[in-house]
């Protein structure tokens, strides 16, 4: 009855919902509901997932009209999967919110804040099922307005400068990816995704098509904070309120990526995103100087925010280079990453939700002692940053286990040892903020403030999916594994 | 002369430049906004171009006419303007914060070390 119009439904539910959460204005409804909503994305995705593995791809033509002239929804391994990671972390993250957001955001704009995050959360969703290359515009610019709105609303007027940056480099990069796909039109007369994948093969010797194969790889590289062009991130991540912070670390850039393999592998193809191009091997070297220079650039940091940050600048990197090995382990690596991180990220942010919450502060000189005063929250971080690291047991080191099975398949062990050096330097980072809070004596008259319960259990259940992927690998890799073979032409 | 007959073209070459160069070169938040409306509107103008067929009539089913623009372009880059005066709406509100935080829109002064407020 219903499940015809799952993937509807996935959009429709939180987008109608936003303007709901507007007329009801008190902060606590609008809560309500957008958790009620947020839990039921995340049904639907679990169905979603279910049924693409049961019985294949899932086409939905919206208002009825077939493809390639209609808008289709198409859901397949790829992005039911990202489906998947994008709801849960939506739905875990946003039911933390409640006590953090009261301290942190305005009395007066906290229903505008879960209606932001209920766009959001429907962008991103948005971005990801949709089959139609200039729809998948519409929602990237869904999701991005929202979350310049969500970083902008903390009370830190360093907020709004940082919201600002995201915004010029936000539009700048969905601009140059709307050329791209003008010029993709232009050539091929379609904008339907598996259409365009037809008929791309037999015109890629076109300048246009490569000008806009350039054109759509820079845009979304600037939505995911690839190397180069992942300025905006930082200050965005750091200023941002604390359960933002955590839903973008967690999913925006994770969605961009996957729209980067979408262009990559499926409108392109591998052959001429990695023979004609020489992509792989610019991703690569990226990746390398990302893992390096971010890992790198964490270490003087203060703001223990600011330097989490950076990590996921390193952390793309890492996902980056799974693309750039352009096999089918190497890619395995880079989706694991993509899920792995999300879980590390989304836990390790709400680690300093907990604390911003308790101490009002996330720089690192305010961590001292707080191994004692916090012990679960500190426990969770560190939980957190041995995923972070990539020690077993936890899923940090299978997806980084893959990408260097990945890069010794190609015979390129130098590339091993890089990313086995820059885990080291997640080490370090990651040990500054260990040693003060539990070496360093706490400041005198501190008491023992563990974080309030509705905030703890958010956290330690992500944490907690840290240890649980990092055993039973079988879910995770599995869907993984076929996402990639299915993406790279390979068995399907 | 084939250069001079794609002079749409040339125009969105120029604006896109023109634009992306305010938005990076310019100091002033305004202007920055300013610049980032001249880069989009310049796609507005790729997209609008690219549905023009030589010698077509608007797309209304009328007896003995038998060349039509495209239309979808147009209808694409409707959407494609309600975003970018979406996105100026925005920037402009997030602008007006900014002024009444630091008192000044320059990026020179938002960038002073400071304590935090």
């Given amino acids: 009855m219903i499940s015809p119009h799952l993937p509807a439904l996935q959009i429709v539910l939180p987008l109608l919902s936003a303007p709901v959460c507007v007329l009801l204005r008190r902060s606590i409804l609008t809560y309500a509901v957008t958790v009620a909503i947020c839990w039921l994305t995340f049904a639907i995705a679990v169905l979603l997932l279910q049924q693409v593995l049961a019985s294949g791809p899932i086409s939905y033509r919206l208002g009825g009209w077939a493809p390639p002239w209609g808008i289709e929804y198409r859901v397949d391994t790829v992005n039911a999967y990202v489906l998947l990671i994008v709801s849960a972390i939506g739905a875990i993250v946003i039911t933390a919110a409640r006590p953090t957001v009261e301290r942190e955001v305005g009395e007066d704009v906290q229903y505008l804040f879960y209606t932001c995050a209920l766009l959001c959360l429907a962008g991103m969703l948005g971005v990801t099922i949709t089959g139609d290359a200039f729809n998948l515009f519409v929602f990237l610019e869904i999701s991005s307005l929202s979350s310049y709105v969500l970083v902008s609303l903390r009370r830190d007027r360093r907020a709004l400068t940082a919201a600002f940056h995201y915004l010029i480099f936000g539009t700048i990069g969905a601009t140059f990816y709307l050329i791209g796909v003008g010029l993709l039109y232009q050539a091929t007369g379609t904008l339907n995704i598996a259409d365009l994948a037809v008929r791309v093969a037999g015109v890629t010797d076109s300048q246009s098509v490569r000008a806009a194969f350039a054109f759509m790889v820079v845009g979304i590289a600037i939505k995911a904070a690839v190397f180069p062009v992942h300025i905006w991130l930082p200050n965005a991540y750091a200023y941002a309120p604390s359960i933002v912070s955590a839903l973008l670390a967690a999913t925006a850039t994770k969605v961009a990526i996957y729209v980067l393999l979408r262009v990559f592998l499926t409108i392109f193809g591998p052959v001429f995103a990695f023979s004609t191009m020489p992509l792989g091997e610019m991703l690569v070297a990226l990746a390398v100087v990302a893992m390096f220079v971010g890992s790198a650039v964490a270490i003087f940091q203060e703001d223990v925010k600011r330097m989490l940050a950076y990590s996921s600048v390193a952390q793309i990197g890492y996902m980056i280079l799974g693309i750039g090995l352009a096999t089918s382990l190497g890619l395995t690596g880079g989706i694991l990453h993509l899920f792995n991180h999300a879980v590390i990220k989304g836990g390790l942010f709400l680690v300093m939700a907990c604390v911003f919450y308790r101490i009002g502060s996330v720089q690192l000189v305010d961590f001292a002692g707080l191994g004692r005063r916090m012990p679960w929250t500190m426990a969770a971080f560190v939980v957190g940053g041995l995923s972070l690291i990539g020690v077993p047991l936890t899923t940090g080191f299978v997806s980084k286990w893959y990408l260097i099975l990945g890069a010794l398949d190609k015979g390129w062990w130098w590339l091993a040892v890089l990313i086995l050096l820059s885990s080291l330097l997640a080490v370090i980072y990651v040990w500054r903020v260990v040693e003060v809070a539990y070496f360093r004596a706490p400041p005198e008259a501190a008491t023992r403030l563990e974080a309030p319960v509705s905030l703890l259990v958010p956290t330690w259940v992500l944490i907690a999916a840290n240890i649980y992927f990092g055993i039973d690998t079988r879910v995770s890799v599995g869907v993984a594994k076929r996402a990639a073979e299915a993406l790279m032409g390979v068995g399907a | ?117």
């Fill in chain 2, 1 to 117: 002369m084939e250069w001079a007959g794609l002079y749409n073209y040339w125009i969105v070459i120029f604006l896109m430049m023109a634009g992306l160069y305010v938005v990076i070169a310019s100091g002033n938040l305004i202007k920055k906004m300013v610049g980032l409306n001249i880069f989009q509107a310049s796609v507005f103008l790729l997209y609008i171009t690219m549905g023009k067929v030589q010698g077509g009539t608007a797309p209304i089913i009328e007896e003995g006419i038998r060349v039509y623009s495209n239309p979808l372009p147009h209808v694409l880059i409707l959407t494609a303007i309600v975003v970018g005066v979406a996105t100026t709406a925005l920037g402009l509100a997030i602008i007006v914060r900014i002024n009444e935080a630091f008192g000044s829109i320059e990026e020179d002064d938002l960038e002073k070390p400071e304590e935090a407020s």
